[in-house]
């Protein structure tokens, strides 16, 4: 599920290794990032991070049958998987090495939460881009604290709630992404954003990332367990179980308006 791989310069390459299905994040996916996380910010021979994706898609954002198996089960069930993806998202944030974003492929959902827990992202220009969570019935809540501490309130509140597709140009606009590049253009790109971290000091950027999260938004345990909280409420409603069955079923959910005005 997880590729990691570190280069004799320092520079390691994490990526979502379930291409099939377009790196929806299943508890595997999951589990796999956090341990990852964890062993980068343990060698501190490690100096850069490049996140990515293989296959066509960067992240679909949550495997669906996951979060229906989560919608199913118990209280403690939930909390858990809650936990897991607030922790994963969390651990990769707080990573002491700068973090590349390397958008090779459509980012919906939490893949934009992916992307919005790297310090910079670069992205192919043909990549869309969209939360689109209120299409199933579900919000961006484990996602929404870094959402929203990369975009500001005011560009967020143009993508979150409508759940609508945008292109690689908004992503920009929005701050998602740094740049978009043409696909040939993209290994270069992301090179040119790893290149002067390797003329640094290892630890004074780690003091200098620490610094410019204290400064940015909070993003604290309160913030969290509250997002934890808004997901799982959420999992319980009568919205999210027609949005997921209706996914499943191939047909618009009940609160779909069809026919034009």
């Known amino acids: 599920m997880i590729d990691l791989s570190v280069d004799d310069r320092g520079v390691a390459t994490l990526a979502l290794a379930r291409p099939e299905k377009h790196n929806a994040l299943s508890q595997a996916l999951i589990d796999g990032l956090s341990t990852a996380a964890a062993d980068i910010a343990a ?14 898609s960067f992240c679909a954002g949550g495997d669906l049958g996951w979060m229906q198996d989560q919608m199913a089960g118990d209280a403690a069930m939930k909390r858990a998987a809650a936990q897991s993806i607030a922790q994963m ?5 707080t990573l002491p090495q700068p973090v590349i974003g390397r958008v090779q492929g459509n ?15 670069v992205a192919v220009d043909h990549a869309k881009f ?6 199933l019935g ?13 975009m500001g309130e005011a560009h967020a509140r143009r993508v979150f709630m409508s759940g609508r597709l945008f292109d690689a140009a908004e992503a920009v606009q929005l701050g998602v992404v740094a740049k978009a590049v043409p696909e040939a253009e993209l290994d270069a790109a992301v090179a040119a954003e790893v290149a002067p971290y390797l003329q640094c000091a290892p630890d004074a950027v780690a003091a200098a990332k620490a610094f ?3 400064l940015g938004p909070t993003i ?3 913030v969290i367990a509250r997002s934890i909280d808004a997901l799982i409420t959420q999992w319980e ?3 999210a179980k027609e949005g997921i069955s209706a996914f499943f079923e191939r047909r618009k959910p009940d609160w779909a308006v069809t026919r034009a005005p």
Do not use: H, W
């Open 43 to 56: 060698n501190r021979a490690i100096r850069v991070v490049v996140l990515t994706g293989q296959g066509p």
């Open 130 to 135: 969209g939360l689109t969570e209120t299409k």
């Open 138 to 150: 579900l919000i961006p809540a484990t996602i929404g604290p870094y959402v929203l501490a990369r």
């Open 212 to 214: 410019a999260r204290s």
């Open 237 to 239: 409603s009568r919205s």
């Open 107 to 121: 980012a919906f959902g939490g893949g934009i939460g992916m992307a919005c827990v790297c310090d910079v992202a």
């Open 220 to 222: 604290d345990e309160s």
């Open 89 to 93: 998202l969390g651990a990769i944030n």
